[in-house]
């Protein structure tokens, strides 16, 4: 079945490599924000998590937050659990959902339809020729 008149075979071994070409770099692409985007989730709950501890939080790297997690599980941290829960979901949300919803109000922004002219009242006259009147 063909959708819109567009095909999805490809005709041609050129066309096809750069169809493969550009595939690979979406895909690595989308595999680099998803690392950057990883990377920042460590930071950002490392760095709530040593400000929950009142702790620098400017000295937290990324692996402030895994080992402490380790820590609670080993025993060596008790009570800690809530901290590290808030901490790892507040890095998340910064990190990954911040961008999400301004990447999603932009994308509700340009679908508005555009007003154009001027609004006035109608005058009775107007009302009356409408025949609402």
Not at 89 to 98: A, K, P, Q
Not at 123 to 129: F, L
Request: some cysteine; glycine content about 10%; overall charge positive.
């Amino acid at each position: 079945m063909n959708a819109n008149g567009k095909s999805l075979t490809i005709v041609n071994g050129a066309s096809a490599t750069a169809f493969h070409a550009r595939s690979a770099l979406v895909a690595l692409a989308v595999l680099a924000i998803v690392a950057v985007s990883v990377l920042a989730s460590m930071w950002a709950a490392s760095f709530f998590l040593y400000a929950s501890l009142r702790w620098n939080p400017l000295h937290a790297g990324l692996w402030g937050w895994p080992d402490a997690l380790l820590a609670c599980l080993h025993g060596q941290m008790p009570n800690a659990g809530r901290r590290l829960a808030g901490a790892a979901l507040l890095g998340v949300l910064t990190t990954v959902g911040g961008p999400a919803i301004g990447l999603y109000t932009l994308w509700e922004s340009t679908g508005r339809r555009r007003l154009y002219g001027s609004a006035r009242f109608a005058s009775e006259a107007e009302i009356r020729a409408a025949g609402l009147l």
